[in-house]
């Protein structure tokens, strides 16, 4: 029997318990959470039936599988309470942007088992993406038992250590994008003259259909623009408008603001 301990019961923490609940993946009585607020363990007692604690020392000690779900700015306070505690038998599991294997190594014994993880929120929908990279002494066992647990939560990718925080500009922050586009389309449909509610269904499920289109046909996603470009058309007039507007520009500006933040981390 492996226990799963997390660390951090907060958003990610859900997102990733509640997918691995409702696939019954594991059970309940396998899993630990800690967490400094105690309001909020209380409110995941309740809702998933887990077992709380507030010291993260007693959840390292009981678990097999450590999932690391803090901030990252709260990453040095845990591993300097944990660090003595992670044997080579444990697995650890870090989700936070910013934090390499290397650094959450450093805080370890030599011989500690670090994998780092980026999945997004749409695991809340078992839709997520999950980018995964081993540090120094990570057993082939422990790298399976990982990629097992969070393609319950979608697809995982292995991704070079070194471009993790690339991959989470874009996975981890993207779903904040898309939000923004689907909201900008519907207030758009407003402007005109669209029912709220009907414009945020045609633009959300208009996304939808169009991130399925890109993954079920394998083409380049501007073979499947062209393809709805009529010449001298409506599409046409719209993307002079937003290339005009600087939309590609502002995507790459937004990215590497990202990258930069997760950088400070
Ligand atoms: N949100 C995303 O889309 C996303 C995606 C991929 C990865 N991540 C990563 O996932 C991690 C968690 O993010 P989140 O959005 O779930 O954050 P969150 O909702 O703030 O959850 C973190 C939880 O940890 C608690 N905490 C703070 N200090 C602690 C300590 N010393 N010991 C135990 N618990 C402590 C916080 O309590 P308080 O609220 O009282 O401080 C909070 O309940 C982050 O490292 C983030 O980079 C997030």
Sequence with gaps: ??????????????????????????????????????GRLEEMSEKYKVRVVTSNRTAVQEGDVIVLAV????????????????????????IAMGKSTESIESYLADDAQVIRVMPNTPALVAASISSISY?????????????GLFSQLGEVVEVEEKMQDEVGTISSCGPAYFYLMVESLADAGVRIGLDRALATK????????SGLMIRETGLHPAQLRDM??????????????????GFRASIYKAIQAALKRAREM
């Design 71 to 94: 901030k990252p700015q709260n990453h040095p306070e845990v591993l300097t309470e944990i660090k003595d505690l992670v044997d080579s038998n444990k697995v650890v599991i870090s």
């Design 135 to 147: 540090g120094k002494k990570v057993s082939m066992e422990a790298k399976e038992l990982a990629k």
């Design 202 to 209: 045609i633009a959300t499920e208009t996304m939808i259909g």
């Design 1 to 38: 029997m492996t226990t799963y301990a997390f660390i951090g019961a907060g958003k990610m923490c859900e997102a990733i318990l509640k997918a691995l609940l409702q696939k019954g993946y594991i059970d309940p009585f396998d899993v630990i959470l800690s967490d400094i607020n105690s």
């Design 228 to 245: 709805v470009t009529s010449p001298g058309g409506t599409t046409i007039a719209a993307l002079e408008a937003l290339e005009d507007g």
